[in-house]
C-alpha cells in the first residue's frame, strides 16, 4: 500500500484511515490471529474492488491472518480489521474464527499463525 518516488522514500499511497471512512474498530470483534480466506468472485466483479480489497482477495488465496494481511500490506491493524470485516459483510471473503476449547488454545490454529509468521 505504499509507493516510492524514486528517491528511496516510501510514502502512503492513501491515509490508512481514509480506507475506514474514519471508522478504528469493526463491526464485530476480530482477533488478530483470525484466518481470512478469499471467496472466488466473476472477474466484472473483482474490477468493481477497492485497490485494497484487491490486494486482500489477491493475498487471501491462500489463508491469512488478519496480522498477516496488515504486514504485508503494510496497514495499521486496526485498518486491516475494518476492512475484513467489511469484505466478510460484502460476501467476499471467509472468516475462520479460532475456537478454544476449555480455554485452551487449538495448538494446530497456533502452529498455522506461526507458520505464518516466520514466512514473514
Do not use: K
Given at each position: 500500500m505504499y509507493g516510492s518516488d524514486g528517491t528511496g522514500d516510501e510514502e502512503p499511497l492513501f491515509r490508512p484511515y481514509a480506507v475506514t471512512g474514519g471508522r478504528s474498530e469493526p463491526r464485530y470483534?476480530?482477533?488478530?490471529?483470525?484466518?481470512?480466506s478469499s471467496m472466488s468472485i466473476p472477474d466484472d466483479e473483482m474490477a468493481l474492488l477497492t485497490p485494497e480489497?484487491?490486494?486482500?482477495?489477491?493475498?487471501?488465496?491462500?489463508?491469512?491472518?488478519v496480522a498477516e494481511i496488515s504486514a504485508l500490506l503494510r496497514v495499521p491493524l486496526g485498518v486491516a480489521r475494518v476492512v475484513v470485516a467489511d469484505m466478510a459483510?460484502?460476501?467476499?471473503?471467509?472468516?475462520?474464527?479460532?475456537r478454544l476449547n476449555q480455554g485452551?488454545?487449538?495448538?494446530?490454529?497456533?502452529?498455522?499463525v506461526l507458520s505464518g509468521l516466520r514466512r514473514l
Open positions: 470483534h476480530l482477533a488478530m490471529e483470525t484466518l481470512i480489497q484487491e490486494a486482500i482477495m489477491t493475498l487471501c488465496r491462500s489463508f491469512r491472518s459483510d460484502e460476501g467476499l471473503v471467509r472468516l475462520h474464527q479460532p485452551q488454545p487449538d495448538m494446530n490454529m497456533l502452529e498455522r
